[in-house]
C-alpha cells in the first residue's frame, strides 16, 4: 500500500468490531489490562490490521439501549484516516493475522466509509462532540524524559495563590479553556458543555523499549499506567459550538485531533449540525 500524502482525501470510517473476540485477541497479547481504558489495546489490534496506516484518531462509540429492557448495541468505531477504506481492507487481508481480522470483522460488507469535505468557509459554524484527556505536561527542568502529565485542573490550581482563592476555580471552566486554547487558530470556541466527566487510567508501552517508531507490537513488552490524580486522569465529552477562523487550517485539526494520546481512542473532533 502507498504511503498516504498529507493533502490526501480525508475519510471517515466506521468499523463493527467483535467485542468478544477483541477483547480476547487484547488478553492474549497483553495490550489490556481490568481496570484500565481500553485505547491502548484498541490501537494495537488496529496496527495490528493496517500497520503504519492505521487510522487516527478513532473513537470507541457505545451506544446505549433504545428502549427500557433492550440489550446494548454492540460498540462500533469511528475514525478518520488519509487511506480509503479499500486499500486498508486490501492491506489487513494480505497481511494481517486472522484472528485480527476476526476481531475487527474486516469483510467489505462490516465496513462504511465517506470522504469528508475538503473546502470551509471562514465563519462556518458547527456543532461538535469529541472525548478528550484535559492534561498538561510538565517537564523537570526542562527534560521531556521526567516529564509527567497532570489534570489541566490541578495544574490551574497551582497557579493560583493564595489558597482562599481556589474555592471559586470552576473545573468545567478550566477543562474549557483548555480546549479552547487547543482548537485555536483553526477554530473559536463559542459555546462548550461538559456533557460527562469520570476519571480513568491509560495504558502505554513503557519508555525503556527505546525509539517508538522500532518498537514491534509482538512481543508487547513492558507497558506502563498513565495514573492522575485520585485514581487516574480526567476523560471528558464535550459538546457545543465552534466557529472556523481559518479555513485551511481546519481540515488539518479535523485529521490530527485534539488534545494527548491520539493514537489511544481519545480527541477525534465529530461535527455536527450547529445548535
Known amino acids: 500500500m502507498t504511503n498516504a500524502m498529507p493533502d490526501a482525501p480525508l475519510w471517515m470510517l466506521q468499523l ?3 467485542p468478544f473476540r ?31 496506516h492505521a487510522p487516527q484518531p478513532f473513537r470507541v462509540i ?14 462500533f468505531i469511528l475514525a478518520y484516516s488519509r487511506v480509503a477504506s479499500t486499500a486498508l481492507l486490501q492491506h489487513a487481508q494480505t497481511f494481517a493475522d486472522p484472528s485480527v481480522v476476526a476481531a475487527l470483522r ?32 510538565q517537564d523537570r527542568d526542562g ?36 480546549l479552547a486554547q487547543r482548537l485555536e487558530p ?7 458543555d461538559v456533557a460527562q466527566r469520570t ?12 525509539d517508538r517508531t522500532a518498537r514491534p507490537l509482538k512481543p508487547v513488552g513492558a507497558l506502563t499506567t498513565k495514573a492522575g490524580q485520585g485514581g487516574g486522569g480526567p476523560l471528558i465529552i ?23 494520546h491520539r493514537a489511544f481512542g481519545f480527541g477525534m473532533l465529530l461535527l455536527k449540525p450547529s445548535r
Do not use: C
Not at 457505545?62 to 460498540?75: I, N, V
Open 199 to 210: 476519571r480513568g487510567l491509560l495504558l502505554r508501552r513503557g519508555a525503556e523499549e527505546g
Open 22 to 52: 477483541a477483547a480476547a485477541w487484547m488478553a492474549q497479547h497483553g495490550v489490556s489490562r481490568p481496570g484500565h481504558d481500553d485505547g491502548y489495546g484498541w490501537h494495537a489490534l488496529l496496527k495490528a490490521a493496517f500497520g503504519a
Open 62 to 75: 457505545e451506544p446505549t439501549s433504545g428502549r427500557p429492557g433492550e440489550p446494548a448495541k454492540p460498540p
Open 238 to 260: 464535550v459538546t457545543g459550538n465552534l466557529t472556523v477562523s481559518d479555513p485551511a487550517a481546519f481540515p488539518a485539526l479535523i485529521a490530527r485531533g485534539v488534545g494527548r
Open 106 to 137: 474486516l469483510e467489505p460488507e462490516n465496513v462504511s466509509a465517506k470522504q469528508m469535505p475538503t473546502a470551509f468557509m471562514s465563519g462556518q459554524r458547527f456543532g461538535f462532540e469529541v472525548l478528550v484527556r484535559p492534561t498538561v505536561r
Open 186 to 192: 483553526a477554530v473559536r470556541l463559542e459555546h462548550a
Open 143 to 178: 527534560n521531556r524524559k521526567a516529564s509527567r502529565e497532570k489534570d489541566a485542573f490541578l495544574a490551574a490550581l497551582d497557579k493560583l495563590p493564595p489558597r482562599d482563592d481556589r474555592a471559586n476555580l470552576d473545573r468545567d471552566t478550566v477543562y474549557r479553556a483548555w
Open 16 to 18: 463493527q468490531p467483535d
